[in-house]
């Protein structure tokens, strides 16, 4: 009987680590200072101030260059101080570019096609997401193969659609052509994949929720992070298009970029009027940022943490 029993203990003590191990490692997960944050050193503040100041210098340099007169910008070095012309010479660019038609005609523009491609991108994205039809990965390579296809090669053919349809030389010929895009399709796809959970959609069907239903009430509310970022970048990239309103549009109805090169248009360029102009085109866009920037980098990290 002392045998049997010498021959089951170690049997018995075989059998504790395993249950122990993860006692253990949930013990030395509590040791002190296992959450703690972590704090950036110094060279983090350096190497970020650095590159604050790095992205800031343009904008201060076109202040300064708005600020002086075209002798004083053209001397070597350039100014590093600002002058005393700044608002005479935004008042001359404002004049000269027409820059008040030419904001309202940018604002009509990228608010519309960030609008529309924002809801268009989200409502294709959740199809080629979640959906499932014939043909699926057939369209979705087509719409990712259009972002290989360089704009100038279509130019010829959209101008004279724009002709045939009567919108030539109107603000429609810049909207349409680019109320929706591959890239913000492609982009919200790839966050409703991860992001949206097959069980809501299957608890909307089992509750009668078409598929509209469903993307009104479920997936808007999930896509806000990535709407948000999409709205940002499409505005951005709308407002500052050149080359299109260029071709569609004409000086009296211009957009910003296109009513920038009446400042450029003499024998002899004013560059301390043409900075100050670029600076009037660069403010809404500022504005924007510093309004809405906590909600799109909230959105930012919102999304990252989701996916």
Known sequence: MTTDIAQVRPQARDLNPPAAA???RFSRALRPGAGRQHHAGPLAYILLGIAALASLFPLY???VAAS???TRVSQTPPPFV??????ENLGRAWREASMGQAMLNSMIVAGTIALATVFFATLAGFAFAKLRFR???LLLMLVIGTMMVPPQLGVVPLFMMMAD????QSLPSVIFPTLVSAVGVFFMRQYLKEALPDELIEAGRLDGAH???IFWSIVLPIARPPMAVLFMITFVHAWNDFFWPFIALDMTNPTVPVALTQLSAGYVRDQSVIMAGAL???LPLLAMFIVFGRQIVGGIMQGAVKG
């Not at 600002?82 to 608002?87: A, M, Q, R, S």
């Not at 349809?165 to 030539?168: E, I, K, S």
Request: no cysteine; glycine share 18%; charged share 15%.
């Open 22 to 24: 993860p006692a253990r």
């Open 61 to 63: 340099w076109t202040m």
């Open 68 to 70: 002086t007169d075209n």
């Open 82 to 87: 600002p002058g005393p012309n700044l608002f």
């Open 135 to 137: 043909g699926r990965n």
């Open 165 to 168: 349809l009567g919108w030539g």
């Open 211 to 213: 598929s509209l239903r």
């Open 280 to 282: 009037l085109g660069t």
